[in-house]
């Protein structure tokens, strides 16, 4: 699969395509019929911009309403958008009884109120909290309408937990991503309607074919060169764009190269977006020395060569800093490793960490060191599509893969051996069509590694 920039489409506004989805989600939310809309919202469309605008529409409307996230961050954040876009509208938080139970940016909005008992928020216009927590909430709502962010990472048993505290749900999330998290085998229940471990949309829509489904059409974060890939391995049926053309956004440099390949494969990132660092074929530990190595030293050189941005959002041209830089792995001791090399190299401030917990982040560069990477075998973790799907698609800029030679070889010697599941959905693209569209375009931007 050969994926190249986007061109410009005559008659195709990316802004008035985004806003006509947009007018059709809320005037279903607002005065469909039915007790349920779902939208699918692929990496960087705006879907928290939905959430909070929908939220301030139902709330202008005089519908009490409850927003169920699924982690604090993203409740924390939901909240701080929501009082940052309505100083005056009426915020509840409803949080843990823990010592530090929320983020203290939320001290700043005068019209948040928090409290660890729902009682206490009585009469708020919107409700936020996580799924979690608010399974625990008795005796309150039942809630006229509820917005379920990050709806695909949610299980079917959290939404049944607070089905009854609202009439009428937004269900928004991105299916690309990664499935929701179990930490018990869920095989029992597998194609089963009411299997618990399936996300809350699954099994939503399996029993209410008949919701509404929308989709937003536009990444405002992918730039014009990842936009198709990333739509063509991991969104085939509910293909998006970039809301940006070529030419709109650039990376450079102003220190010029010293020749070593981490610099060879920033340019070539910077000039197209993607670049592949391969290291020789080879089995490897999970943590791979000569891997990590390669990682931290790509880092290094992205803020030694003194790396500039420059994007539809600013006249001027911006210093490409360690916050904007992120690193991705598949595992916890992989971002462990790469942590201690950057210590090493004086590196501070970058965001390293695993699939999981980039979900849903933006950075302006992001350097991914492949999951199958050294591996002897391809595992059902290893090809998750959502895990590859969530690395390719943080940047706004440039993504730069550090992998062994050999992945390629790996993927066709080792077909699936999963059991095959009687009335389980089989999940398209599957991780191997996927990894192997995803190397064949990185391949036409491989340099090869040379300490």
């Given at each position: 699969m050969t994926t190249t920039a986007q061109p410009r489409t005559a008659g195709f506004d990316p802004g008035e395509a985004a806003s006509r989805a947009t007018g059709a989600i809320l005037h279903d939310t607002l005065h469909g019929p039915h007790r349920g809309v779902v939208v699918d919202s692929p990496p960087g469309a705006g879907k928290s911009t939905l959430v909070v605008r929908a939220a301030r529409e139902l709330a202008a409307a005089g519908r009490p309403l409850m927003v169920v996230a699924q982690t604090n961050a993203q409740v924390d954040d939901l909240v701080d958008r929501l009082a940052t876009a309505d100083p005056d509208l009426p915020v509840g938080r409803l949080h843990s009884s823990d010592s530090d139970p929320y983020d203290k940016v939320l001290d700043r909005h005068p019209a948040v109120r928090k409290s660890a008992r729902a009682a206490d928020l009585a009469g708020m216009d919107v409700v936020v909290s996580t799924a979690a927590k608010w399974a625990h909430v008795k005796n309150a709502g039942p809630w006229q309408h509820a917005i379920v962010?990050?709806?695909?990472?949610?299980?079917?048993?959290?939404?049944?937990?607070?089905?009854?505290?609202?009439?009428?749900?937004?269900?928004?999330?991105?299916?690309?991503?990664?499935?929701?998290?179990?930490?018990?085998?869920?095989?029992?229940?597998?194609?089963?309607?009411?299997?618990?471990?399936?996300?809350?949309?699954t099994t939503l829509l399996a029993h209410n074919p008949e919701l509404p489904q929308?989709?937003?059409?536009v990444s405002w974060r992918l730039p014009a060169s990842a936009a198709p890939l990333v739509s063509g391995a991991f969104y085939p049926y509910t293909p998006f764009r970039s809301g940006t053309g070529p030419g709109d956004r650039r990376l450079s440099f102003g220190a010029a190269p010293d020749g070593s390949a981490a610099d060879r494969v920033l340019d070539e990132a910077a000039a197209s977006g993607w670049g592949l660092l391969e290291l020789p074929a080879r089995h490897t530990p999970r943590t791979d020395p000569e891997a990590v190595s390669a990682v931290a030293a790509v880092v290094r050189r992205l803020l030694d060569r003194g790396g500039v941005t420059s994007?539809?959002?600013?006249?001027?041209?911006a210093p490409l800093t360690a916050d904007r830089i992120a690193v991705g792995t598949a595992h916890r001791d992989q971002a462990a490793a790469v942590r201690?090399?950057?210590?090493?190299?004086?590196?501070?401030?970058?965001?390293?960490?695993t699939a999981n917990r980039l979900q849903g982040r933006e950075f302006d560069v992001t350097v991914v060191l492949h999951?199958?990477?050294?591996?002897?075998?391809?595992?059902?973790?290893?090809?998750?599509?959502?895990?590859l799907c969530v690395l390719a698609s943080r940047h706004r800029h440039a993504c730069i893969v550090v992998c062994r030679a050999?992945?390629?070889?790996?993927?066709?010697?080792?077909?699936?051996?999963?059991?095959?599941?009687?009335?389980?959905t089989v999940k398209f693209p599957d991780g191997w069509e996927a990894n192997h569209a995803v190397l064949s375009h990185l391949a036409e931007h491989r340099v090869s590694w040379e300490p």
């Open positions: 962010d990050e709806a695909y990472q949610m299980r079917s048993d959290a939404l049944l937990a607070v089905a009854g505290l609202f009439e009428r749900a937004l269900f928004v999330g991105d299916p690309g991503q990664l499935d929701p998290f179990s930490v018990v085998g869920a095989d029992q229940w597998a194609g089963l309607s009411y299997d618990p471990s399936a996300s809350a949309v929308h989709r937003l059409p994007d539809e959002r600013s006249a001027e041209p201690a090399a950057l210590d090493g190299l004086g590196v501070s401030g970058v965001a390293v960490d999951p199958l990477s050294g591996r002897p075998d391809a595992t059902a973790f290893h090809l998750e599509t959502g895990r050999g992945v390629a070889e790996l993927l066709d010697e080792h077909p699936s051996t999963e059991p095959v599941q009687l009335g389980v």
